[in-house]
């Protein structure tokens, strides 16, 4: 047998910190696109309505059946990864990325319309457990919280792009129903401007190297020490041999390891899938899908609906930011408890409001006043307390609480069921809306927010500071 090669240059070196994060950068470029291939309907969603002539229920489906391909594709994602590499599962996620923006602004009908949602929703899967893989493999130890964190800060910074990139074609065009560039409906344009980020995914992917974990489990030792010598450094040689050593001794995890000696999950994963489904039944996606709905519901025009989704964006990055750099030092309880609180509050206030909205003649409710003023403030304080709490938290503990054995599996199941829960919420609020009004949906998001604090108080166990071996 022909032993590996091991020139001199990589047995030590010295790694460049720009480099790790220029390929960190191109990872978290999947989760740039999961944030705005979820939230760029939401400009187009009573012009998606219009043009297909749907009913409520058939239009919540158009906005939410992309996430059951999400859920499938963030289960499906670590086989692909394992089987292909890394680096090429972020290839074909470009492509699916692509293809389905250019589909969905050529729709034949909205069936079709779902069917590229749908190969886009696999893409946004994919890309969720993708990205967090890879840059947590090509990193060095005393940077990978922070590279790590790139992840959801690419996430909310593409929900905010796709926001402001409504906002803009709407101010042009008057409206998306309205005829923008070439004569073609501004609707679509929202959709296409996602191609641009897609394609620049795709080629970064094909730049950057692969994982270096996965070269040694395919045997490519030499090419692993390459990657090594550039972003870790060091006695290279010895970590090819401890990732080695590591894969050799590693057991593959099967939903059969999720199941306890009495028949049912272990107790672990059903606290994650309860930390996935309240991430979800808070109702933020509400807020990111069909914020502009609600704006046009309670009386603001298109345009200033839109200019208030941009500016729930900015709130979403900046109390995102706050979360990275607090989570290490106040833990991650204390954080989801104070979320729980102030969600509730700001949930509630708006709960009542809606309900005490008057209503004009065409049977719409109408916030006027210090009622408008107070509900777009509460709204914004909502998505801070989400936004330093349930949103970047769930993530990290979802990445903390569960043991090696089952680590993999696990994190697969709890990803699938929050898009699932996502549907759940995404689907059910037209006809919410359509049948009992924005006060009685919001009475029930805060009861999931109410709830929320119990679960974690009773069930949530502190990770911080623990080592992984240690869960």
């Known amino acids: 047998m022909t032993s590996q090669p091991q020139p001199e240059n990589l047995v030590t070196s010295n790694p460049s910190t720009t480099f790790v994060i220029l390929i960190a950068g191109v990872a978290a470029l999947g989760g740039f696109l999961f944030g705005f291939d979820t939230a760029v309907i939401n400009g187009a969603v009573i012009a998606l309505q219009n043009f297909f002539n749907a009913t409520s229920l058939q239009i919540g489906l158009a906005v939410s059946l992309a996430l059951l391909g999400s859920a499938v594709g963030a289960f499906l994602a670590g086989s692909i990864a394992d089987r292909y590499g890394r680096s090429k599962a972020m290839i074909v996620a470009s492509l699916m990325f692509t293809l389905s923006a250019i589909g969905s602004g050529v729709p034949l009908n909205l069936w079709v319309f ?130 080695r050593s590591t894969i050799r001794r590693e057991h593959k995890s099967q939903l059969s390891d999720l199941i306890s000696r009495g028949g049912g999950l272990i107790s672990i994963v059903w606290i994650g899938i309860g930390l996935s489904v309240f991430q979800q039944f808070v109702g933020i996606n509400v807020i990111f899908y069909y914020s502009s709905v609600l704006w046009r519901s309670v009386g603001f025009t298109e345009a200033d609906s839109l200019s208030i989704t941009v500016i729930t964006g900015v709130t979403n990055i900046i109390t995102t930011l706050v979360a990275i750099a607090f989570i290490d030092k106040f833990g991650r309880k204390p954080l989801l408890l104070l979320g729980s609180v102030g969600m509730t509050i700001t949930l509630g206030t708006m709960a009542v409001l809606f309900s005490n909205a008057t209503v004009n003649a065409s049977g719409e409710p109408t916030l006027t006043g210090l009622a408008g003023i ?89 990770t911080k500071g623990l080592e992984l071996e240690q869960m």
């Not at 509460?378 to 936004?387: E, S, T």
Request: hydrophobic residues 55%.
């Open 374 to 462: 107070a509900a777009l403030i509460a709204a914004n304080l909502y998505v801070f307390c989400y936004g330093f709490s349930w949103g970047p938290v769930v993530w990290v503990m979802l990445g903390e609480m569960f043991n090696n054995q089952i680590r993999g599996i696990a994190l697969a199941v709890a990803a699938s069921v929050q898009w699932v829960a996502n549907f759940m919420i995404s689907t059910t609020f037209p006809p919410l809306l359509a049948q009992f009004g924005l006060g009685t949906a919001y009475g029930l998001y805060t009861t999931a927010a109410a709830i929320s604090f119990f679960f974690v108080w009773f069930f949530i166990r502190e």
């Open 114 to 243: 779902i069917g590229w949602r749908l190969l886009g929703g696999f893409a946004v899967g994919v890309a969720s457990v993708i990205a967090p893989a890879y840059i947590a493999e090509i990193s060095p130890a005393h940077l990978r919280g922070r590279l790590g964190s790139l992840q959801q800060l690419a996430i909310v910074t593409g929900i905010f792009m796709a926001l402001l990139t409504n906002f803009l074609i709407v101010s042009f065009s008057g409206s998306a129903d309205n005829p923008f560039l070439f004569g073609l409906d501004a609707w679509r344009w929202m959709f296409w401007a996602e191609i641009i980020p897609a394609v620049l995914y795709g080629v970064g992917a094909l730049k950057i190297p692969e994982s270096p974990r996965y070269l040694v489990a395919q045997g490519q030792e030499a090419e692993a020490a390459t990657v090594l010598e550039k972003v870790i450094g060091g006695d290279v040689q010895a970590k090819i041999t401890e990732i």
